[in-house]
């Protein structure tokens, strides 16, 4: 029943729909399924094909008839066909494959989610195991929550005095504040019954940590883990685009510059794809951790 | 049989002992809309070995006696003693098993059992762990379960599962909060004659929380009826006669047991009581003054 939701919820994980689906039919209608007869693959890929064909046709259209400046899909893939064949040439340090970009993006977008998971995820333990450190810094926690990420930007930028700490910088500020907030809830949300076993037991401090705290909380962190890298790749771009350098953000904003919109509609294409993995890659491991479902 | 002075005298000596003594126990709860006295003056000597239950309606402060007899709750007044020692805060010489199993489900059942062995036995070499984790598996007939997580098992099996983890740390006390509460007809009475089985093994001193008057007269030597709260206490202690080793279809044809049952249920659902929580109920319709004071 639960993993039915799962896929509901993080629905487009092709890889782990389609092993199921043979499962279920050399099983015939398993407990899992409510539905008997189901039309095999239509609602998982007719018809999200189908949808993807239909936004494809608008966009054509669009092309066509209200904006003939923006390139249709065709005009799209002829254009970039060179960015899309061979995305990691090297033509000097303005001039980079589409694959370099992604891979400047995702080191900046690593070492400020590292960082953030780094320095979250223990003030998140903190924060819910002791109420009086909460009370101390929620409101600081409240006020610095809602702030736009690129608002951060100048003063990494005048801290760090380089771009690409401050675009780190960002990344890590925004990142960190679903980490702390998860991470606290899942204390706050541990059974009083697993305390008291712990107490009756005389737990070491190690031990009441390693077997209980934390397996009780990982599946929490890893929700605001999952949150986390959304809004970091979310705001890479964003930031790159003012910060410059090598980067699928700044590349973005340098194709504009060139008036290549079809790099461009490539390159969000791709935002979109990377994104979409990220954000899966995320929910799969936090899966592994999640006592619920495992 | 020959007959042996000793074992009378030891016999004497254990009902003498006053082994677990609950003593002028009140607890008295301090919330935002003002004072709420949960239990007083509750007195309570249990012998070495005996098992004992509490029987009461729900909210008559049973569950709470017994967490503060596993020191998971302080009192407000009063002190637990337990082989002539003051009771400071929980401690595995009182083994716990909760309504709710309260098993870890991100360990295996052997992992359960393991994590409170090696807690309690750090002497133990690995290898008398791992085999006092087997044993007490055994003993509740869940050996083949060892490497399953808590969510793969039913209710009962769980809770047989909390009953070994309990007994797995030699407990001098178990404490068992109304622990087939949430369980089928069916399961609840294997599981009574399987803790009647183990008890009778064991001889471990018992204290159990219970509404259920059959299960109290199956297992108990005595039974001790608490009043209505607020300020809830022990209205009425039952000795249960029957001998043992006690067999539930026996038990049920016993000339006793229907008269023992009803002394029970006379007290709960009796006229003086049925009057006194009906008058409770009026008053508490009049107003909150009854139930809370202010700060």
Not at chain 1, 9 to 30: D, S
Not at chain 2, 39 to 63: A, P, Q, W, Y
Not at chain 2, 89 to 96: M, Q, T
Not at chain 2, 232 to 252: D, H, K, M, Q, Y
Request: charged letters at 20%.
């Amino acid at each position: 029943m639960e993993k039915v939701e799962m896929e509901v919820m993080y629905g487009g994980e092709v890889e782990e729909t389609i092993p199921r689906r043979e499962e279920e039919t050399e099983e015939g209608p398993g407990p899992k399924s409510r539905r008997p007869f189901r039309l095999p693959r239509l609602d998982r890929l007719i018809l999200p094909l189908l949808v993807l064909l239909v936004a494809l046709g608008i966009w054509e259209t669009v092309h066509q008839t209200v904006a003939p400046m923006l390139p249709g899909p065709v005009q799209t893939v002829a254009k970039s066909w060179d960015l899309i064949r061979d995305p990691f040439f090297d033509r000097g340090p303005n001039n980079k494959g589409l694959g370099w970009q992604l891979l400047y993006s995702l080191r900046r977008v690593a070492v400020g989610f590292s960082l953030a998971a780094a320095v979250g995820i223990p003030i998140g333990f903190l924060i819910g195991a002791a109420p009086t450190f909460h009370r101390a810094v929620n409101p600081l926690i409240q006020i610095l929550r809602p702030i736009s990420p690129l608002a951060w930007l100048p003063i990494g930028l005048a801290t760090f005095k380089a771009a690409n700490p401050a675009a780190t910088f960002v990344i890590f500020i925004t990142a960190i504040w679903p980490i702390i907030l998860n991470t606290a809830f899942g204390v706050q949300k541990i059974p009083n019954d697993y305390i008291a076993v712990a107490r009756i037991l005389k737990l070491s401090s190690w031990r009441r940590f390693t077997k209980i705290l934390l397996p009780a909380t990982l599946p929490y962190t890893f929700t605001g883990l999952r949150i986390s890298v959304g809004i970091a790749w979310l705001v890479i771009v964003a930031a790159e685009m003012l910060t410059g350098g090598i980067g699928i953000g700044f590349f973005v904003w340098d194709e504009w510059n060139n008036l290549s919109l079809e790099h461009i509609i490539l390159a969000i294409f791709v935002i979109g794809v990377v994104g979409l993995i990220l954000d899966s890659a995320m929910g799969r491991l936090g899966r592994r951790f999640d006592y619920e479902i495992r | 049989m020959k007959y042996d002075e000793s074992i009378d005298r030891d016999l004497i000596k254990r009902i003498e002992t006053n082994y677990l003594e609950i003593s002028q126990v009140s607890k008295t709860f301090e919330g935002a809309n003002g004072v709420y006295p949960a239990l007083r003056g509750i007195d309570l000597k249990i012998r070495k070995g005996e098992f004992v239950t509490l029987i009461g309606h729900s909210g008559c402060g049973k569950s709470t006696l017994l967490s503060i007899v596993a020191g998971l709750v302080a009192p407000s007044q009063g002190v637990i003693i337990l082989e002539g020692k003051e009771i400071d805060g929980p401690g595995p010489d009182r083994g716990v098993v909760f309504q709710n199993h309260a098993l870890l489900p991100w360990l295996t059942c052997a992992e359960n059992i393991a994590l409170a062995v090696e807690a309690v036995f750090p002497q133990m070499s690995r290898s008398e762990q791992k085999e006092r984790v087997a044993h007490f598996l055994e003993m509740v007939g869940l050996t083949d379960a060892a490497r399953k997580r808590p969510a793969e098992l039913s209710g009962g099996m769980r809770q047989r599962v909390g009953i070994a983890r309990a007994l797995a740390i030699r407990p001098k006390v178990l404490l068992l909060d109304e622990p087939f509460g949430a369980l089928d007809a069916l399961t609840r009475g294997n599981l009574q004659d399987e803790l009647l089985r183990i008890w009778e093994k064991f001889g471990t001193t018992v204290l159990m929380v219970t509404h259920d008057v059959d299960e109290a007269l199956l297992l108990s030597d005595r039974v001790v009826m608490m009043t209505q709260g607020p300020g809830a206490t022990i209205g009425r202690i039952v000795p249960i006669p029957f001998r043992r080793p006690r067999s539930r279809i026996e038990l049920v044809r016993q000339s006793g047991y229907q008269h023992w049952k009803g002394e029970i249920l006379e007290f709960l659902y009796g006229k003086g009581e049925m009057k006194r929580r009906s008058d409770r109920a009026d008053a508490s319709v009049k107003g909150p003054a009854l139930v809370t004071m202010p700060q």
